[in-house]
T-cell receptor, first 108, second 116 residues
Framework: AQRVTQPEKLLSVFKGAPVELKCNYS??????LFWYVQYSRQRLQLLLR??SRESIKGFTADLNKGETSFHLKKPFAQEEDSAMYYC??????????FGQGTELSVKP | DAGVTQSPTHLIKTRGQQVTLRCSPI?????VSWYQQVLGQGPQFIFQ???????GRGNFPDRFSARQFPNYSSELNVNALLLGDSALYLC???????????????FGPGTRLTVL
C-alpha cells in the first residue's frame, strides 16, 4: 500500500538550531516526493520536490530509497519557519498521498 | 492571477442535506483535484479531473461526486451529509500537460464544511 508517515506531530526547536522533519514512505515503484508547507492563515503551498534537488528557504530534502525516507532539513531554523509541514507522495497520474503533518515551532 | 479560488469559504449544513463546493483553477490549468482534510490530519485525495474526465478517485463513498466544466472549473457534491463529513475541502489545480503525473499542484484556500 502507498503510505506516507511523519512520526512527529510537533517539533519544537530554538532559533538557530538545526531542524530535521522526518518522512518515511512506502511505494512500489519510483516515487515522486514533495514537501508542502502551510504557514498560519495561508494556503498549502509547495516547498520543494525531490526531482528538483533545490534548496528552498534554506531547506533541503534527500530521497533515500534504501531507507524509504525523504527527511526535510535546515541547518539553522528561523522563527518564520514555524508552520505545518506535510510530506507527500505522488502517484504516476498526480494523486497526492499526504502524511499527517508535523508542526514546526521555532522559539526565539 | 488570483490563484486557485474556492467558494464558499465556510458552510454549515445539517445531517442528511446536500452540499456543492466550487473551485476555479489557475488560468491555463486543465487538471483539478479535490482533497478532504479532517482536523489534525493530512489532506486525503477524493477526485482528480483532467480535461473534464475523471482521472482518479479516492476511497470515498458514492455520496461524493464531482465534475469539471468546459472552462476547467469544478464542483464537488456531497449527498446525505454525515457528521464525519465535517472537514476542510481543498481544491488543487495543475497544468496536467501531456498527462504527466507529478505536476506541481497549487492549492486553494479551502471550504470549511461543518455538519451539525
Amino acid at each position: 500500500a502507498q503510505r506516507v508517515t511523519q512520526p512527529e506531530k510537533l517539533l519544537s526547536v530554538f532559533k538557530g538550531a538545526p531542524v530535521e522533519l522526518k518522512c518515511n514512505y512506502s511505494y512500489s515503484g519510483s516515487p515522486e516526493l514533495f514537501w508542502y508547507v502551510q504557514y498560519s492563515r495561508q494556503r498549502l503551498q509547495l516547498l520543494l520536490r525531490h526531482i528538483s534537488r533545490e534548496s528552498i528557504k534554506g531547506f533541503t530534502a534527500d530521497l533515500n530509497k534504501g531507507e524509504t525516507s525523504f527527511h526535510l532539513k535546515k541547518p539553522f531554523a528561523q522563527e518564520e519557519d514555524s508552520a505545518m509541514y506535510y510530506c507527500a507522495l505522488s502517484s504516476p497520474w498526480g494523486k497526492l498521498i499526504f502524511g499527517q503533518g508535523t508542526e514546526l515551532s521555532v522559539k526565539p | 492571477d488570483a490563484g486557485v479560488t474556492q467558494s464558499p469559504t465556510h458552510l454549515i449544513k445539517t445531517r442528511g442535506q446536500q452540499v456543492t463546493l466550487r473551485c476555479s483553477p489557475i488560468s491555463g490549468h486543465k487538471s483539478v483535484s479535490w482533497y478532504q482534510q479532517v482536523l489534525g490530519q493530512g489532506p486525503q485525495f477524493i477526485f482528480q479531473y483532467y480535461e473534464k474526465e475523471e482521472r482518479g478517485r479516492g476511497n470515498f463513498p458514492d455520496r461524493f461526486s464531482a465534475r469539471q466544466f468546459p472552462n476547467y472549473s469544478s464542483e464537488l457534491n456531497v449527498n446525505a451529509l454525515l457528521l464525519g463529513d465535517s472537514a476542510l475541502y481543498l481544491c488543487a489545480s495543475s497544468p496536467g500537460t501531456s498527462g504527466r503525473g507529478a505536476d506541481t499542484q497549487y492549492f486553494g484556500p479551502g471550504t470549511r464544511l461543518t455538519v451539525l
